[in-house]
């Protein structure tokens, strides 16, 4: 389970967070600039390294082009 205010992951939207709260396995995930939180499953989280923590404007980018 990862910690609060933890830098993560998220392999099923492809998308890193930081944590703001967990319960019953359901993390809830803030975008690193601010923004809308969601929920995601704790089996779909890793510790985010520097190379999955671009700029928000690069990880929009970055979205499409996985696409």
């Known amino acids: 389970m990862p910690e609060l205010h933890e830098t993560v992951y998220d392999s099923?939207?492809?998308r890193v967070g930081e944590v703001m709260?967990?319960?019953?396995?359901?993390?809830?995930?803030r975008p690193l600039?601010?923004?809308q939180e969601w929920d995601a499953d704790t089996k779909?989280?890793?510790r985010a390294?520097?190379?999955e923590r671009p700029s928000s404007d690069l990880s929009a980018?970055?979205?499409?082009?996985?696409?």
């Open 49 to 51: 390294v520097s190379l």
């Open 33 to 35: 600039h601010g923004g």
């Open 61 to 67: 980018v970055l979205e499409e082009w996985d696409r």
């Open 12 to 14: 099923k939207t492809k």
């Open 21 to 29: 709260d967990t319960a019953w396995g359901i993390v809830q995930l």
């Open 44 to 46: 779909d989280l890793s």
